[in-house]
């Protein structure tokens, strides 16, 4: 059964956190449950992204899923703020509201920059960290017009959840090949309108959310990470394996994975393959 937990973000925002099992596995009889774990999606992504993981993670865990702010059902503030500290205090608050503390954090893509910069600068909140499919460098000028045009080309309103599925998987322009899981992972972050299907999220927030970050690297706030921390890319992804391979080097307990046949969407490409990677690092991290 999932469940919504209704969190105060930075400056009053309202989030939504997420359970996936009702009660967790993990709770015993006397209601204690396993370490906590806060899963962190990408941009443009939602909690529900992360519903099989959390159901796997719930058998020694706590997990719960958060809605970052301009995503899923979390407040969308018209004038923000939608900078790296807005988002990093966000995910502390839901760790210290849901007691979540020490926490495993778990992000994908901009969810894992929010998860390693939290790492940085709360060492005394977290215990083990997981970085998924997540660049340290700067992506630049260049990388912001390229995702603006690629935000212009989309034909929306879709007319049907099925016409979803099909562009983002198999019709957009910037895939090289088809992809039915990410078509899958788009019609997930669809709402029907009164004219077809729109995403449940404004597209010039998200662009105001990346110019926050795709300017700048963030290899110093990775060096300041100290807890066990696991980097994970797609055999495909986005993620080159020589800058995974260093991120591992910069980080002073730093663990290098990949999978196979997975692009950027790693745990939504390849779910058995990334829990093969994930549950044996958390097993060595947090030991029963």
Not at 37 to 50: D, F
Not at 183 to 208: H, I, K, N, T, Y
Request: proline letters at 7%; glycine letters at 10%.
């Amino acid at each position: 059964m999932v469940r919504r937990i209704n969190v105060s973000g930075a400056g009053g925002v309202r989030l939504a956190a997420w359970e996936f099992t009702d009660p967790p596995k993990a709770c015993g009889r006397a209601g204690a449950c396993g370490p906590g774990v806060l899963l962190l999606h990408g941009l443009m992504g939602r909690a529900a992204h992360w519903a099989e993981t959390a159901r796997w993670l719930s058998t020694r865990h706590r997990p719960v899923a958060l809605d970052q702010r301009g995503h899923g059902r979390s407040e969308k503030p018209p004038e923000g703020p939608f900078d790296r500290g807005a988002y990093v205090e966000d995910a502390v608050a839901a760790v210290e509201q849901l007691g979540l503390a020490p926490v495993t954090l778990v992000g994908h893509a901009m969810g894992a920059l929010t998860a390693w910069q939290f790492a940085a600068h709360r060492p005394d909140l977290v215990r083990a960290l997981v970085i998924c499919d997540m660049r340290a460098s700067a992506l630049g000028a260049a990388s912001q017009r390229e995702w603006t045009e690629w935000f212009r080309s989309w034909p929306v309103p879709f007319a049907t959840l099925a016409d979803v599925r099909k562009w983002f998987g198999e019709d957009d322009p910037v895939l090289e090949r088809p992809s039915p899981s990410r078509g899958e992972f788009f019609a997930e972050v669809m709402a029907e309108r009164s004219d077809g299907w729109r995403p449940v999220f404004s597209r010039r927030q998200m662009l105001r959310a990346r110019e926050t970050w795709v300017h700048d690297a963030h290899w110093e706030d990775l060096a300041l990470v100290e807890c066990p921390t696991l980097v994970v890319r797609g055999l495909d992804g986005e993620l080159g394996r020589a800058e995974a391979q260093e991120m591992v080097r910069v980080l002073p307990r730093g663990q290098y994975a990949e999978v196979v046949d997975a692009g950027h969407l790693v745990h939504y490409d390849q779910p058995d393959g990334w829990r093969r990677v994930v549950e044996p690092f958390l097993a060595a991290a947090l030991p029963v």
